[in-house]
């Protein structure tokens, strides 16, 4: 069986397998739909998973969150991106410069 490669499968084992150790929890059966239920031995992190299959047949779930899409534009804009994350690395940083007005007035205060 051969896999066509995209984007993902390019960066799998750098971005997607975070840890080798795997441990197998149980044995499963597709059923006549090609569905495979994961059993109540798994505990899931998420609701959304991006699935990935090699040429073996083997399985990987990645995890996922979900963004609005009116964010979606900074993820797809990589020059934007980078600039928002540099941003944040500064800010981490305490690289920050000092406010010309001192904006604590507008916070809520219980």
Known sequence: MKMEKNEYSMQFH???VKDQEFMALDEVKADSK???SLGRKVRLKAKFYKVFQNAFGQIVLDPMETIP???AWLFKNKKAHASVM???DEARA???LKSPEDFSKFVDKE
């Open 34 to 36: 090609n569905r495979v």
């Open 69 to 71: 899409a009116h964010e």
């Open 86 to 88: 540099t941003g944040l």
């Open 94 to 96: 305490g690289k920050l």
């Open 14 to 16: 750098d971005r997607v």
